[in-house]
């Protein structure tokens, strides 16, 4: 089993709440962390019919048999839960009491937004980070590889083919979540929205063009990205909100949080493929954001990244706010180094007012080191 970063997050917030809930993606390893970390407590799933018709039944009960706590998985199978969940940790009093796992943000968040405010601890799991694959040497040694294979934890732990697992993924995720969710009639007219999504990763988000090009409405479009969002395949990267004297974009990027499933979906059907591929870049650009999301959530924190564009297409890849200032990057997936790089930096800097650490060039190639005023990192040392 691949050591979580997050193991350390889950006990540190258990010391401090009632409730650690733990959401992302399905087959994120949510289960597996918990149960990792939590070895001593009972673990019951909710997908098991038995176990949640007992609990929409009766909850009281239901709980009231747990005398030191549990582990309760895909609990937004049964989100009515939540209600009485927050009468026996009050009662109770006791850290990590109940450790909560779910893959659907709507119920999930919601329940404890209005049920379990001030008493749940929250960790996002994405899948593997690329420190945690370095970590038990499973990191793939080409760039090309690694953006191809995506992060999910099934494919580093069995014999499995990228192409197998990401389109069983899709096709089970289309059929089981989706209908959950919302009422779509044309799967094949989701799936399509999908695919559509995926060519747009690093882009900025234009609702109108993406539903015209699918051939449903804006208001569709947005409804359909929202359950995206909701089941961690996507995210929205907001524009950095502070005007430096420019008319800046206010419309987000959208990114996919697993690059291999959008290499997939892309129609990408081997690594070899990526080295001369037209969307080389936007796929690198997309492994690099998810991979800083992944090193946030892991750690508890928010998603603190933002990108700054202005009206005359300037742009700056991330930008995020630290104690000391602001620390910008630049993302490229070329492997040599290239005299143009640093120049929208150069162009931040003029109208910054100095208020940006020192400026990181990431790129796709294998060496890190200092150039200038700014320094140059190797993919494989984010």
């Given at each position: ?20 809930a733990i959401t992302g993606p399905r087959q994120a390893g949510k289960t597996t ?65 109940f450790i909560l796992t779910g893959s659907a943000q709507f119920e999930l968040i ?273």
């Amino acid at each position: 089993m691949i050591n979580r970063q997050a193991n350390n997050t889950a006990l540190r917030l258990a010391k401090g709440f009632p409730i650690v809930a733990i959401t992302g993606p399905r087959q994120a390893g949510k289960t597996t962390l918990a149960r990792a970390v939590f070895a001593n407590k009972e673990y019951v799933s909710l997908e098991n019919p038995d176990e949640r018709e007992f609990a929409q039944q009766d909850p009281k009960r239901f709980i009231q048999r747990f005398k030191n706590g549990a582990i309760l998985d895909e609990v937004q199978r049964c989100p009515s839960l939540l209600s009485y969940l927050q009468q026996v940790v009050d009662e109770r009093n006791i850290m990590g009491d109940f450790i909560l796992t779910g893959s659907a943000q709507f119920e999930l968040i919601s329940g404890i937004t209005q049920s379990l405010a001030g008493r749940v601890g929250r960790i996002e799991l994405l899948p593997l980070s690329q420190a945690e694959l370095i970590q038990v040497n499973q990191l793939p040694a080409s760039l090309d590889v690694m953006l191809f294979q995506g992060s999910y934890p099934s494919l580093y732990d069995r014999e499995i083919s990228a192409n197998d697992w990401h389109a069983n993924y899709v096709a089970t995720y289309l059929e089981r979540d989706v209908r959950q969710l919302i009422a779509v009639r044309d799967l094949v007219q989701f799936q399509r929205f999908v695919k559509m999504c995926a060519a747009r990763s690093g882009q900025l988000l234009n609702l109108a063009s993406l539903g015209a090009d699918c051939g449903i409405s804006a208001v569709t479009a947005r409804e359909w990205l929202t359950v995206l969002e909701a089941s961690y395949l996507v995210m929205r990267l907001m524009p950095y909100h502070q005007n430096f004297g420019k008319r800046l974009v206010k419309t987000p990027k959208l990114y996919f949080l697993d690059v291999g499933l959008m290499t997939w979906l892309l129609g990408i059907t081997a690594s070899t493929s990526l080295e001369t591929h037209a969307m080389r870049g936007a796929i690198f650009e997309t492994y690099i954001v998810s991979e800083l999301i992944k090193q946030r959530y892991n750690q508890g924190q928010p998603n603190n990244l933002f990108f700054w564009r202005d009206n005359v297409g300037h742009e700056i890849d991330i930008i995020y706010e630290t104690d000391t200032g602001l620390q910008t990057v630049e993302i490229k997936s070329g492997s040599t180094f290239a005299q143009d790089w640093p120049n929208a930096i150069k162009k931040w800097q003029k109208f910054s007012d100095n208020q940006t650490l020192t400026p990181q060039i990431i790129y796709g190639g294998n060496q890190s080191y200092a150039r200038d005023d700014y320094q140059v990192i190797s993919w494989k040392q984010l």
